[in-house]
């Protein structure tokens, strides 16, 4: 006889599991993702999981596959700094369009395909643009941390728009403009690449 928790288990696989995932991040954020949870959320037992998924931090990297899948790459005949300069601007959107997705991916190894294949086309634009393997894979090193942190901040700023309003905010606490800043960023980090490769 085939009980309810089999037949869901029978309907069930790893894409349906991260979407269930990335429902509870966008509602709840990155604290709630939990295998309970998202066993909840699929309306099975917790147990039937684990035939997909070995544990939370490999579900954790599944979801930060998803969020990184639809990042869109530039087109390649671009120059190599336009092409960071795009990359820069959808990444930042997807990261921002998704709750806690900054946090997923500042807790979890790149060690899945859609991750993979970011980096690697991440690389491919430094080597490129005339850096060697040590120096391409230094400022993809810089490039993911200041994307990143810059979003955690932004996560921070947002934050504390929505938790005090304007008529009330310090005198002393003024929120950026967070699309000026991270442009600013974004040019400062990029003459500094190129005033690299040119010494390389």
């Known amino acids: 006889m085939t009980t309810h928790n089999e037949s869901h288990h029978k309907m069930l696989d790893?894409?349906?599991?991260?979407?269930?995932?990335?429902?509870?991040?966008?509602?709840?954020?990155?604290?709630?993702?939990?295998?309970?949870k998202v066993a909840e959320k699929l309306g099975i037992k917790s147990a039937s999981l684990y035939w997909h998924i070995k544990n939370k931090k490999e579900l954790l990297e599944l979801?930060?596959?998803?969020?990184?899948?639809?990042?869109?790459?530039?087109?390649?005949?671009?120059?190599?700094?336009?092409?960071?300069?795009?990359?820069?601007?959808?990444?930042?959107?997807?990261?921002?369009?998704?709750?806690?997705?900054?946090?997923?991916?500042?807790?979890?190894?790149?060690?899945?395909?859609?991750?993979?294949?970011?980096?690697?086309?991440?690389h491919q634009i430094f080597i490129n643009a005339g850096m060697n393997k040590e120096n391409a894979f230094s400022s993809l090193w810089l490039y993911n941390v200041y994307i990143t942190s810059f979003i955690l901040e932004e996560y921070r700023f947002l934050g504390i728009s929505k938790e005090t309003p304007h008529?009330?905010?310090p005198t002393h606490l003024t929120i950026p403009d967070m699309e000026k800043e991270f442009q600013f960023g974004l040019d400062t980090m990029l003459m500094g690449l190129k005033e690299k490769i040119k010494k390389d």
């Open 167 to 169: 008529s009330s905010t």
């Open 14 to 36: 790893q894409s349906k599991i991260v979407q269930a995932a990335l429902e509870v991040l966008q509602l709840e954020g990155y604290k709630s993702i939990t295998i309970r």
């Open 63 to 122: 979801v930060a596959d998803e969020i990184c899948k639809d990042i869109q790459f530039p087109e390649e005949k671009e120059n190599w700094d336009e092409q960071l300069r795009q990359l820069a601007n959808q990444w930042r959107d997807q990261l921002l369009s998704i709750k806690d997705a900054a946090v997923v991916l500042s807790e979890t190894a790149p060690t899945t395909p859609y991750r993979i294949q970011l980096i690697e086309r991440l």
